[in-house]
């Protein structure tokens, strides 16, 4: 089992390489997010131990930037947050950002070892996963008559047209047009049709309800929502052109 350790910190990049290495893991090291999202585009690991605060990109930062790259792989990678925070939350914002699991620093030895042995048994040498997004290129031009060239003409007008109606959706909300939120999710869903994006229609469909009961709190966090879905799709789309 193949690690990458990003952490910035001296003492713990010593603790953790000494107990990696007293394990038996084969193991790099990353001093910052940006080595390490280069180390991870250039070598074939098996688990990240990721620092949240680290200097030029944040642990938060790489994490995303890896699962938007991994979009267009259908690969996951897991990645173990450690991070001496004990703010209330900071579970939820490792998940909101693809971290796998969590454990607080200092380190205790067992807890990693136990994640790590976990991760090695049940999900090495790497854990695949499909997209989310059910359409390669040739299954989107299946759709429109078998048209390679159409399908990416779809893509491209999708592309141009999703941050105009992002926009849409944000001033609806500002005005609280709960009318025109429910004519843009709506009309979203018919598009999404094309790319077998699911869950991405089921956002759009939340959207709509909350616009129907015209609940400003939980509408905003459905458009948030939708809005995090919507650039995922962006990016595995973009790598399908």
């Not at 997004?133 to 299954?139: D, G, K, N, V």
């Amino acid at each position: 089992m193949k690690i990458l350790l990003a952490e910035d910190n001296l003492v713990n990049q010593k603790v953790a390489m000494g107990l990696l290495d007293r394990w038996g893991y084969e193991a790099d090291l990353a001093p910052n997010g940006l080595e390490a999202l280069n180390l991870w585009r250039s070598h074939d690991y098996d688990l990240i131990l990721m620092d949240l605060q680290m200097p030029k990109m944040s642990g938060f930062e790489c994490a995303r930037a890896i699962r938007l790259e991994e979009l267009a792989k259908g690969s996951h990678i897991p990645i173990v947050a450690l991070t001496a925070h004990a703010m209330r939350g900071d579970r939820e914002r490792c998940l909101n950002a693809g971290m796998d699991a969590y454990v607080p620093k200092p380190i205790n030895p067992e807890e990693l070892k136990q994640i790590l042995e976990e991760f090695h048994v049940h999900k090495s040498p790497r854990l695949v996963k499909q997209t989310k997004f059910a359409y390669s290129l040739a299954e989107i031009a299946s759709h429109l008559g078998g048209d390679l060239d159409l399908a990416k003409d779809v893509i491209r007008v999708f592309l141009k047209e999703y941050p105009k109606e992002l926009s849409k959706f944000q001033q609806s909300y500002e005005k609280k047009d709960f009318e025109q939120i429910k004519q843009l999710a709506f009309r979203l869903k018919g598009g999404l049709v094309y790319f077998g994006a699911e869950e991405i229609q089921a956002s759009a469909a939340l959207v709509e309800t909350k616009a129907k009961e015209a609940n400003l709190e939980e509408l905003k966090a459905a458009l948030k929502e939708l809005q995090s879905h919507l650039e995922e799709l962006g990016a595995y789309l973009r790598s399908l052109q």
